[in-house]
């Protein structure tokens, strides 16, 4: 009962944050739309890449949603940095509750904020011509997709943070870990398209699974991989949870 009051309260927390300081989110949805803008559009005029007969920017636009849900996840970490400074991980590490639920509510807070992140860009990509399928239940599905992926990159996020000690340091390695992330999954071209060696790398890339479940849910419509691709996020969360969850405890020694 404590476990679940902690994550609701994280997840309250989080909210709030959200309500008095947009900035951050508007901030960080620059990027993913100048994704949609400037690389979407110019490579659709060239029609270079196989795209089994869909739109170049709809092909992408699945794949620019994820980029942005997995750098609000992994840069979440700079969040649990700032609080081991000013000792607020103490203060949670010491209530009478597993380490796992404080990994777990971190994690759902770090979800709200990858939602709202797409909520803003979808829309963009909708007034430049992306067409998604018109069912709600698709898009609250790979809405769900994109919370519980961003649970598994918030939890490597606090994976990191255990061993990060400044800010600058952590700001490092969360770039080093997105870009390859995003560039060895179909985000922007089919993994057939990939030498041989990324196509077996690919296939242990969780953003690989992720980006063809919101792609056959929002563009496609082809789910006959939703089970695999859903089974393969899960199984990663769980990894890192049990990761971060043993490794929490070393952010504040």
Known sequence: ????????????????????????????????????????????????????????????????????????????????????DTGILKKLLVAPVPRYSTVIGKTIASGIRAIFQALIIAPVAVLLGVKFIARPLNFLAALAVLFLVSGGFAA??????SFMKTRER??????????????GSSALYPVKMMPPLLQRIAVLNPLTYSVDAVRGLMISGDLSHLARDTGAIIVFDAVMFIFASVSFRKIIE
């Open 170 to 183: 952590f700001m490092g390695i969360g770039q080093a870990i997105i870009m390859p992330l995003f560039f």
């Open 1 to 84: 009962m404590n476990s679940l009051r902690e994550m609701l309260a994280m997840m309250e927390l989080e909210l709030r944050r959200l309500r008095h300081d947009r900035t951050e989110i508007y901030t960080r949805a620059i990027q993913p739309i100048l994704w949609l803008v400037v690389y979407g559009t110019i490579m659709s005029s060239l029609r270079a890449i196989p795209t089994g007969g869909i739109p170049y920017l709809d092909f992408i636009t699945p794949g620019v949603l994820l980029q942005s849900t997995v750098f609000v996840s992994v840069f979440y970490g700079l969040t649990i940095v700032w609080e081991r």
């Open 156 to 161: 490597i996020s606090i994976l990191v943070a």
